[in-house]
């Protein structure tokens, strides 16, 4: 079946403005994680939902950062204001089951590029 | 804090070599481990998983770990390594009740000679 997939793949704005970064997770699958990968590094992680509830958002950077999923599937990433410093692949994941008190594993997306000029 | 290492940033070996990439973890108690492959333009893709059990996991794609306790490590080994398997490989760690809340290595670039 059809796996994770994000829109746009690449996103080149200039500073100040909004983005809204797009996520599809698998069909079924419950819940939904948002990470960030600067370049050379890992990804980190940046917030968690179980269906529409946003259950941890202990990684977004500050309150520029947003996201929701207001229906239990598809999820969108909100960044207001954009910094250079925002510019980094941001990846998408889900998994079937709750994440929470639960080894679940992540299936991930192929990521948005972010380039704030 | 948690932390996961990946020594090496690069590591370059020959097709048909065998190969090795080191991951090392702090963490208290033992934490749930993975390892991803990032191939380019590809997402994340997972090659295996320890959570209990059996020290040695059997991942895809001929990808094995060994994960211990003693040296807080889960080094990934592959007998025999193929060109295909040029990419970028993230060790991963979920930790207690946050376990969802993947901490990812810096990654290690794995170049092939052909």
């Known amino acids: 079946g059809a796996g994770v997939s994000q829109s746009p793949r690449y996103k080149v704005t200039k500073r100040g403005q909004d983005v809204a970064l797009r996520c599809d997770p698998i069909?079924?699958?419950?819940?939904l994680y948002w990470y960030r990968q600067a370049l050379g590094q890992g990804p980190e992680f940046l917030t968690y939902f179980n269906y529409e509830a946003q259950q941890d958002k202990s990684g977004l950077p500050n309150d520029r950062f947003s996201a929701e999923r207001p229906e239990g599937s598809i999820s969108t990433l909100t960044i207001q204001r954009t910094e250079q410093r925002d510019s980094a692949m941001y990846r998408c994941?889900?998994?079937?089951?709750?994440?929470?008190?639960?080894?679940?594993?992540?299936?991930f997306g192929p990521g948005t590029r972010l380039l704030v000029l | 804090a948690q932390s996961v290492t990946q020594p090496d940033i690069h590591i370059t070996v020959s097709e048909g070599a065998s190969l090795e990439l080191r991951c090392n973890y702090s963490?208290?108690?033992?934490?749930?481990l993975f390892w991803y492959v990032q191939s380019p333009g590809q997402g994340l893709q997972l090659l295996l998983k320890y959570f209990s059990g059996d020290t040695l996991v059997q991942g895809i794609k001929g990808f094995e770990a060994e994960f211990k306790r003693s040296q807080s490590s889960f080094n990934l080994r592959k007998p025999s390594v193929h060109w295909s398997d040029a990419a970028e490989y993230f060790c991963a760690v979920g930790v207690g009740d946050s376990s969802y809340k993947l901490i990812f290595g810096s990654g290690t670039r794995l170049l092939v000679r052909p």
């Open positions: 069909s079924g699958h419950v819940s």
């Open positions: 994941a889900s998994s079937l089951r709750s994440g929470t008190g639960n080894q679940e594993t992540q299936y």
């Open positions: 963490y208290g108690a033992t934490p749930y």
